[in-house]
């Protein structure tokens, strides 16, 4: 199994980094690809499907705060999800929006979390996917502490 | 007939679970695929239609508050109907918003009776679309209880 | 030629029987096919079209009021069109949003005279496609009375 | 060359008139191609070059006022958009929006000289690229004065 | 290797010239295409691509200000994002927003940045992606002075 990795150097930052030392633990092969800005990042996922053989793809994209950034936010979700439509593999799409964070710290904080679960998200996508299924309906955050489920 | 059911570990209700439980008191098969979150829906319902032989897929979303969970809504809704028209196979698009109860309890409900409404419209949908044609106009509600047709 | 019919269980009115009726008077045949809200409705369009032999269809959806309902159409729009592109093939798209009336009794009178013009366009694009340019620029309505052009 | 021409009877304006008899001081050759609203014009485009062999197409929307009319000009902007990539044909996507004029006398100045230059640009941008190389960065606009580039 | 420029002539600064001017320093090969407006460029793009033999495209956008631009500009977007899945193409795609600056000098120190850096990030991207992979997470802008990485 190869897992691409698709970042940006617009992101405050280093996703791809945090992704890289995620996936080392489980021993699993990479390539890094790194782009300037969110709108590049759907070519850089196919690339890293079809012309160097990933199985799937985190990509990593820094999101900004204005409305024009949301608009992109857009472009690039809708871009990720034909590419895997295109190629039959998943993406996992993981964005950091910069307004989310209350200061820098919380942000790095949400950033490092949300990426090292993803690397998990996608390692049992095509390995584990048993776990995720034992996972629905649970609640799980990506960046925060997970909600829960709702008791019925 | 084999229905897929594609869910997440996003949401806060097992979802997928409430979709088996309606699929078997109609003694259909099923085939599940739970990924994280909304935007990997698309690929998954892809894969349930091309790889597990799925004639049609329930999909299960859990959308939430933000205006970013809106756009990702959309991009979901967009991917939806790309895999229908690629594939030529109805996909039912189901998606339970956040901010739709006002407490938990009244979320759950408006959940459990979505999805089973919407299993027995896939399921029609493929044996008995009469069913369905016989109930156009008829303001059908799923998650609520059907406001019924304008009186002309 | 055969008209296809494509409708909803969600619409308060059966938008299809008056379709259906209207298309009666000039004798034209027709195929209906009902699906529960308008996010089927493209691929039910495309079936019409490929697995039906529809020359050309009318799409009657009914909107909601909310945020959410206008996502969904936008998502509809697309679908739509990007069904017409791959099919070449003229597709309807007739919407009636719910919050066009002040009443019912006035959405009903929208709906009623839009689904009936929309359905003399569809035949006119596929038998009389001069009546359409005899008209362009003419301020036509579906739903309202025609606004006329402006004078000049 | 032959030039497309797809508009509306929505408009309120015959601006495919406008366009023939630009169109006519040129000496071009024309397809006319009438739908009823914008939603209709992609299919439209895409017949006037693939069915009538035009070698570009202009089209002529008119868009209204409100909240949905904006989402319906998004839908047309992204379909006429997917019918040039794949058609590899350029369409000049005119639209003419219902609140640009303060009053109807200013609208309809709006929309003939934004036509009309426009006319201009399609046949340029087949038989004379280089003029539009030469204004590249002018500030050039259709439908009001030229604002001129930016003083460096 | 040689690139392609896509620009307008509604932009107010011929940004066309200034990524000519940088890509001479590099000693690249370049292809101009100038159409239009935004909505002009991803048919622009892909003929820079597949007809002109380029490498890869710098897209350069003059967005107005209004929410009718905004639309314009998602448009754009999307089209461009499908342009480089079909074509398997990198294209930088460069916009300025008339609302940038404060005023004209502002705009235009804006658009001269973000142009030449983009210009080293398309040459880069082909020639030398170790450059992006340096910076990744960095905090790089174009248009603006770097904001740099979050300290960590």
Not at 26 to 47: F, M, S, W
Not at 56 to 64: D, K
């Amino acid at each position: 199994m190869k897992i691409g990795i698709a970042d940006t150097t617009f992101s405050r930052i280093d996703l791809g980094k945090i992704a890289i030392d995620e996936l080392r633990k489980y021993g699993v092969k990479y390539e890094r690809y790194t782009v300037p800005g969110i709108k590049d990042l759907p070519i850089a996922v196919k690339k890293l499907i079809e012309e160097r053989n990933c199985d799937t793809v985190i990509s990593l994209g820094w999101v900004g705060k204005t409305e024009k950034d949301l608009i992109s936010y857009l472009a690039l979700s809708i871009g990720i999800i034909i590419v895997e439509i295109l190629t039959n593999k998943h993406v996992i799409d993981v964005t950091i929006h910069e307004d989310e964070g209350r200061d820098e710290r919380e942000l790095s904080r949400i950033a490092e979390d949300r990426v090292r679960k993803h690397v998990r998200n996608a390692i049992d996508l095509i390995k584990n996917p048993k776990r995720l299924e034992r996972e629905a309906g649970m609640g799980k955050r990506q960046g925060y502490e997970d909600v829960g489920p709702i008791l019925r």
